[in-house]
């Protein structure tokens, strides 16, 4: 079985400062772990993608999330928050093996607001 | 490439109507994935397919049907309208290769409210 827990249902950032979204995993496989985003009435956009190569992924829009075994941990990072980063991130498993091999699991959610 | 695409984006049915969710992709994906999004739980798998022909429950299939008669269409139809299945509804694909599953593109959702 797979599960993902993100630690925060609400972060709020100030422009600038920096930005820290925590994930947590369980999975009995090497698992591919992702992080998307979804801006208010949009669709899922990728954000970034661990698959089992660096452990520290960039992504766009200047996030980078590190990929933690030992911590079972992918925490979404960006060094200085813009306004337009204002929308909701969810952290993805897709386990690597067993009977559910390939399905996403999704995290409930963080919203990440942004004062100005 | 017009990528995943979803119609209707809004609909309002009463509760016992049935009606087909259409998703189309045109990337000539092999995986087709319907998901259902409520507050404060994320995304969540109704049922997928690895190919024409091929279809399979997800985690909460009860109250939907899918088929899969050509690679770029999978239409989610609600049998039965309930009140539980007021949600937004995300299509996705993606390619499927050796068993691999690539990146998933999702459509913009199919917001359906049940009255």
């Known amino acids: 079985a797979q599960s993902v827990t993100q630690l925060d249902s609400h972060v709020s950032v100030s422009e600038g400062t920096p930005v820290l979204l925590r994930c947590n995993y369980s999975s009995s496989y090497s698992p591919s772990l992702f992080w998307y985003v979804q801006h208010p009435n949009k669709g899922l956009q990728l954000l970034l993608k661990y698959t089992s190569a660096a452990t520290l992924v960039k992504g766009i829009n200047g996030f980078e999330a590190e990929f933690k075994k030992s911590e079972t941990s992918f925490h979404l990072t960006k060094p200085s928050a813009h306004m337009s980063d204002a929308a909701e991130y969810f952290c993805v498993v897709r386990n690597a093996g067993g009977t559910s091999y390939g399905k996403l699991t999704f995290g409930q959610g963080t919203i990440l607001t942004v004062h100005p | 490439n017009a990528g995943v695409t979803q119609t209707p984006k809004f609909q309002v049915l009463k509760t016992g109507q049935s009606m087909t969710l259409q998703c189309a992709q045109d990337m000539n994906h092999e995986y087709m994935s319907w998901y259902r999004q409520d507050p404060g739980m994320g995304l969540r798998l109704i049922h997928y397919?690895?190919?024409?022909?091929?279809?399979d429950q997800g985690e909460v299939p009860n109250g939907y049907n899918v088929s899969r008669s050509t690679t770029e269409d999978f239409p989610l139809r609600l049998l039965s309208a309930a009140p539980s299945q007021t949600s937004v509804y995300f299509c996705?694909?993606?390619?499927?290769?050796?068993?691999?599953?690539?990146?998933?593109?999702f459509g913009p959702g199919t917001r359906l409210t049940v009255t």
């Open positions: 996705a694909s993606s390619s499927w290769t050796s068993g691999s599953l690539y990146e998933q593109y």
């Open positions: 397919s690895v190919g024409a022909g091929i279809t």
